[in-house]
């Protein structure tokens, strides 16, 4: 069945067969035989209890028609007979029957060895001397033992399932919703209920159970007596925090799948608790609404602290809130750049650094400043336009202008920077290249119009020509040529450079022979962006990986992006959004027009006129 | 628990027919299971959901219809025609793959597919789709199935010149299609 070229029967019917745009034809369909190809392969199996429930369920069906048939009839003959004069009829359901591999049994009847049940009304009934289960009406599920064991596994597809398990028993619950659960139950009652398609309630009354999420790596949640989980969307997104976090978690609050209505899961580190605003203990999960620092502390010993003293940043990293930017009298330009504690923002005449929020320098500037200010480890640097555009340096400590250099630049683009050079490229296809420990700067050129802003690594700047890529620095060297028109700013990584191109396309050049070695075509890719060492497309409300192919889905649109966190903002909010975490760990309502935002390329901070949010 | 990995295929499904017998009937999924899911995702492409339905219900088919089974072809190709015949169902039903309406946190190969698909094959996929079933049947089976004219005829039902003439109307229709969303 596998293929991988177009048959010959269709390659002729293709050239000789009189079919208009051919050869596209042939591409495409090449092209989409390749991609089923790797849907195929991709493709999971469906779980054989599943099919072996519903053939049950099948089967099921005509005895409960027939016996409805036939119970209907008995009740007519009863009638007219007489009920005394009437044998009874074993073979006809009544309620509380369930039928077990097509036979009715009895409530209350110990069953052994696998089994399907496909449950017509509510039933109880015992298996073996290991649990009581009740199953309530139209509930399909396979029970199978463990052999030798006192482990007993139930897989249930559709319906509510409740059940007394007996001390000393191990009962294993599967589901086979969206979000598939295993529940390791000793000894106590609970219930599981999937009726719904992609969520599973989840109660316990007595003893205590562990959940354990599809992901066995990760931890499990322990339900105590009387409370009661729901698991649906949010359950997976719960998961996938849990994962960056200590395995020392022990109890994990899903946010009921309303990740997208503020709520936000809290995380208590094993032996700690929670502790509210007025310094009252707080037991057990909790769901929040919303995340503040000061909403709740977290401590592991007796006395209360509030969690600006905690100092397990691992906890830190996942309980981050926005914090507003004191000492901003001024409309703002620009979004402020930000670097590690630092904040710099610059208004019409003032260049101010801000430090852990507050106000640390502010110095007079001659000339309006063209673009965000770029910090690097040692300076700040901002482009101010003169007749010529003129680069400007100020010592990051203290605000001292340390350099000023005219340019013979008009059309630059924002700078890059990496280690100590900065470069600055001109749309005439001029840069400058400018040495901060030496306080030179040295132009340079490449033979043809510059279209994007230049790039930087670890290793140098990339700037691009309308096809042509193109490392500088000391000299410049042609990396490759584009298979088509370069749009967006190149990013550099492992090796190789993605860029973005006029037909909607992304390429993936091998910078070390300048072959292109991937294209892809990103769903309206907008810009292109590096999260770690990886690229990343963007495109609206969407962000993908271009080497791990992962999608994620924000919750708004796109704003921007440092260290793994993406800004993005819907109508009346900002929203930080891990993507490590698929979780929106911060939330701010600035209670202005969200249409004021300055877009930002470094995504933690925002700035709309003087009012600026740096995430904490 | 017999073992029955050793018997054949129509052995199995003989000892389906006769007693509904379960040991058979999972060493037939065993056997075919990840070749019908297989063949179900090329049938169905970003259609996660309804390639497990599809699988399943081949199956559920296959159980009830064991009696009707006559060992004169093989059984695979029996078993692929139910899966086919379920599939076109599917696309009868042009429903919107379900996985496009996942929430954000949800991350899938369908999604990943979406995102990436080279632009040419989106638009090939919507004119597949918009092809009348009969023409795109054909296509299905000859292009992304693999079958030879003879096999597909065999296998639609269809003469083999009518389906020729078929397969060339629905080259036409979808490079026509082509052309139209093309600005270069």
Redesign the interface.
Known sequence: ???DV??S??EA??RD??????K??R???L???E????????????A?E???T??TT??VRFPVIWCVGLASAAAILIAVIGIAFMPRAHTILAAGDIVVNGKAHRPGVPIIGSWSAAVARSAVFSYDSMALIHAAADTAMHIAPSAGTRKLRITVTRGMVSAYVRPGTECIILTKGQYPLTMHIHGTTFSVDVREARAVTVAVAEGGMLVQPSDASMPGIRIRPGEQYRFA??G??AS?ISRTLSSTMAFLSYSR?D??RHEAPIFVPKEASLIDNAGSRVDGPVWVRGMRRSLYAVTGSTLPKRLDSVSDTTLLTAVRAPVRVRGLTNAIRFAPSVSGDDAVVCDEHRLSLIKNGTLRWSTDIPRAVIYAPLITRSSVIVLMRGEAITLHVYDRLTGRSTASIPTRLTRPFPAAAFENTVIIADASGEYLSYDIARRSAVPGRIPEEIVTAPTADSTGAIVCGRTGIYAVGIKTIRIATAPGSIIMPAVSYRGNIALGLAD?SAAIIDRTNGTCIRR????RMERIVLVGDEPY?V?G??I?SMVS???????GTYIGIEDGIVLVRDQSSLLWYSLAA??IIARVSPGLSMDHISKTQNGALIGSMHEVYVLK | MPDVSKDTDHELIARVSAS?D?DA??EL??RY???I??????LL??R?AS??DV??ET??RM??RAAAYRPVGSFSGWLYRIAYNLSMDVHRTRTIPSDMT??????S?????????????R???TAIDALPHDLRSIVLA?????M??PEASEFLRVPLRTL?HR??RA??Y???A??NG?GT
């Open positions: 069945m596998k293929k177009i048959d029967e269709t019917m293709l067969g009189g079919i208009p745009n051919a596209r034809l591409d495409a369909l092209a989409d035989m991609l089923r190809d790797r849907e195929a392969n991709a493709a999971q199996t469906p054989y599943t099919i072996e519903r053939i099948q089967r969307g949010g997976h997104t996938a799948g990740i997208d909607g892809l075509m990103p769903y497309a495109s409300g969407w993908a192919g992962v999608v994620t889905r924000l919750p698929r979780a | 509904h379960r009937f999972r999924y065993r299971a990840p070749l899911t297989r063949y179900a995702s090329k492409p970003m996660t390639v497990d699988v399943q199956f559920v159980y009830e996942e929430q954000y946190a949800h991350t190969a369908s999604a990943e597919d979406t995102f990436f698909a080279d632009d040419r094959v638009r090939l996929r000859k292009v992304y199935i693999g030879t004219f020729k397969f060339q080259l036409q979808l490079g026509n082509l052309g093309e």
